[in-house]
């Protein structure tokens, strides 16, 4: 026999699903954080950055470009949002890939490539 609390633990699963669906729909941004040094000292801002996303370390297409100007430095530090308007594509980590980001600072790009890794996110929780 199914009891009240059951049917009510039902209709909250489908009601969460139904609401988390089209989440997946939309861009996955992400932040990114670089120090950039000039000659062994912090460097100082504001900067443009160019940052493109590719699916290999060297060679091959991006999946997309961000540009990004007046981006401040601290220290010579640097932190922006990537993807938030779907520039590398509405999730770039959905199948799981290596990704590597190419970054262009005021017209000069920096190499090599910087592999990206990828928090792990829950699905959900098995306790609250």
Do not use: C, H
């Amino acid at each position: 026999m199914i009891s009240r609390l059951q049917i009510v633990l039902f209709a909250s699963i489908l009601a969460l699903l139904a609401w988390a669906s089209p989440a997946f729909a939309q861009n996955q941004p992400f932040t990114y954080q670089g120090k950039l040094d000039q000659s062994g000292t912090p460097a100082t801002g504001p900067i443009d950055l160019v940052v493109r996303l590719f699916p290999t370390e060297t060679d091959g297409t991006a999946i997309g470009t961000q540009t990004i100007n007046g981006v401040p430095l601290i220290g010579g530090v640097f932190t922006v949002t990537l993807n938030a308007n779907g520039e590398f594509t509405a999730n770039p980590f959905a199948t799981g890939a290596p990704r590597w980001v190419e970054i262009t600072v005021n017209g000069q790009t920096i190499t090599p490539r910087q592999r990206l890794t990828v928090s792990p996110m829950a699905a959900f929780s098995a306790a609250p």
